[in-house]
């Protein structure tokens, strides 16, 4: 039976270096990068000040519904940001979190401005892409990034139940004041 697999998150919580492990350590997977499908079949209608694309979600996500459905692989990984924001059907959610500090680093490091930069610590602050996939997923599991987020996540496509315990991070957002 084929498994379907959201891998969300924050910008900079470590979704993609996850995905792209995961995909190589599972026989049989295919990784589908929700960022390369907006461009590749151009599902955005223009740019905001930022940078960043406005994505069309509906489009973005019935094709990327339309390609795990077609998938012949069996674990497809579905990989992005924006996830948490759409349903895909089927699938579970896993949303990867990180501290605060970590991705106020890695986000400097991209060279992101100072309100995107902002406004991802915040969201990750306050659980944005968790709360949202609950609205859209049957079962979300929120893991760490990091040295553990590979096996814990193996556990979850193998469909095997992990402990998870509640991700609290308001507490380093307001630790962070002053240095956004």
């Given at each position: 039976m084929k498994r379907i697999m959201v891998i969300t998150g924050t910008p900079g919580t470590g979704k993609t270096t996850i995905s792209q492990k995961?995909?190589?350590?599972?026989k049989n997977s295919e990784l589908i990068r929700s960022n390369d499908i907006?461009?590749?079949k151009k599902l955005?209608?223009?740019y905001a000040n930022d940078?960043?694309?406005?994505?069309?979600?509906?489009?973005?996500?019935?094709?990327?519904n339309r390609m795990a459905r077609a998938s012949k692989a069996d674990y497809v990984i579905i990989e992005g940001h924006l996830l948490c924001d759409m349903?895909?059907?089927?699938?579970?959610?896993?949303?990867?979190?990180?501290?605060?500090?970590?991705?106020?680093?890695r986000l400097k490091e991209r060279g992101y401005s100072r309100?995107?930069?902002?406004?991802?610590?915040?969201?990750?602050g306050i659980d944005y892409c968790g709360v949202r996939a609950t609205n859209y997923y049957r079962t979300v599991y929120e893991?760490?990034?990091g040295s553990s987020a590979l096996g814990k996540a193996m556990l979850i496509a193998k469909g095997k139940k992990i402990k998870v315990k509640e991700i609290e991070l308001l507490d380093e957002l307001n630790g962070?004041?002053?240095?956004l």
């Open positions: 995961l995909a190589k350590a599972l907006v461009r590749k955005f209608t223009s940078g960043a694309m406005i994505v069309k979600m509906s489009k973005l996500a019935a094709e990327l349903k895909i059907d089927n699938a579970i959610a896993i949303v990867i979190r990180e501290h605060l500090p970590t991705i106020l680093k309100q995107k930069i902002e406004d991802d610590v915040v969201s990750e893991i760490w990034g962070l004041h002053g240095k």
